[in-house]
């Protein structure tokens, strides 16, 4: 990589890190820390062990609370263009594909919770059921996600995908 463009890719990534940083509502700091943390880490098992990195100069509580905060709410009123501006960061680490389309991918799970304390979205889900005869369904939660599907690379393995939204 020659100077000039190392420049420019220093230059696209602080850009993407100031709207990623505009974009979140509280414990920016902690966030972008942790996200240090986990770019530079090969070794960590669990998010606790990312709070031992050397990147991450504050404790594991505040690591939770970031998680935990790290979207806006919305009951904020610039929660559209705090979530606008999130998806402009994040979608700014799809990589380009040699398609004139980009791919997503779609996965659902289910979450039985039966004896769970009610959530506002609580409700019938689709679960199988190993037993003859019973209905398939259960009651519970489902979660879904949508990430990004990058071209194969010439080395035959495909890259991780993109999470672009988990709900």
């Known amino acids: 990589m020659t100077k000039n463009e190392t420049a420019t890719s220093v230059e696209e990534f602080l850009v993407w890190r100031s709207n990623l940083f505009q974009g979140l509502k509280a414990r920016k700091e902690t966030i972008i820390e942790l996200l240090d943390a986990l770019s530079s880490n090969q070794q ?3 998010v606790v062990e990312l709070s031992l990195n050397p990147l991450f100069r504050r404790d594991y509580n505040s690591l939770y609370r970031g998680i935990q905060e790290f979207l ?4 904020d009123p610039n929660y559209e263009q705090r979530i606008e501006t999130l998806f402009s ?3 700014r680490t799809i990589p380009p594909t040699s398609k004139h389309y980009n791919l997503f991918g779609i996965d659902t799970t289910p979450c039985p919770r039966r004896f769970g304390e009610t959530l506002a979205d609580k409700t019938f889900i689709h679960y199988p059921n190993p037993i003859k005869g019973n209905k398939p369904i259960n009651i519970g939660n489902c979660y879904s996600v949508v990430c990004a599907l990058p ?4 080395t035959e393995k495909v890259p991780w995908a993109v999470p672009l939204s988990g709900e």
């Open 151 to 154: 071209d194969q690379i010439d």
């Open 44 to 46: 960590a098992h669990s």
């Open 89 to 91: 960061a994040v979608s």
């Open 72 to 75: 806006p709410t919305q009951t």
